[in-house]
């Protein structure tokens, strides 16, 4: 079992930067990833990465701007947003994965945690 738990989330302006973090507690060598979710709109994943840390994935829409990377000493992963868009807006989940592999499928993707709220105003 793995339980997460997100923070950094908030309220910024177009262009302004948040950081998220996700501490995770739980054993295994897991992938982890992070989704978000817009009003109106499916669940999508953002950034994932594998359990080394070695392999990435971005989604199109965020590639060049977020950073994903995690520090499996203190059980953490982190998203680096920066150049923060209004279209950014959405709560943010963090998720871990039963592979260790990076992986965009959410079906791979078996814990979650309970989001936070990034909202990016003009």
């Known amino acids: 079992q793995v339980q997460l738990v997100e923070s950094g989330g908030g309220l910024v302006q177009a262009g302004g930067s948040l950081r998220l973090s996700c501490a995770a507690s739980?054993?295994?060598?897991?992938?982890m990833a992070w989704f978000r979710q817009a009003p109106g709109k499916e669940r999508e994943v953002i950034a994932a990465?594998?359990?080394?840390?070695?392999?990435?994935y971005y989604r199109n829409s965020v590639k060049g701007r977020f950073t994903i990377s995690r520090d499996n000493a203190k059980n953490t992963v982190f998203l680096q947003m920066n150049s923060l868009k209004l279209e950014d807006t959405a709560v943010y989940y963090c998720?871990?994965?039963?592979?260790?592999?990076?992986?965009?499928?959410?079906?791979?993707?078996?814990?979650w945690g309970q989001g936070t709220q990034v909202t990016v105003s003009s």
């Open positions: 990465i594998n359990w080394s840390g070695a392999n990435t």
């Open positions: 739980g054993r295994g060598r897991y992938a």
């Open positions: 998720a871990a994965a039963r592979v260790s592999y990076v992986t965009a499928d959410t079906s791979n993707y078996d814990y």
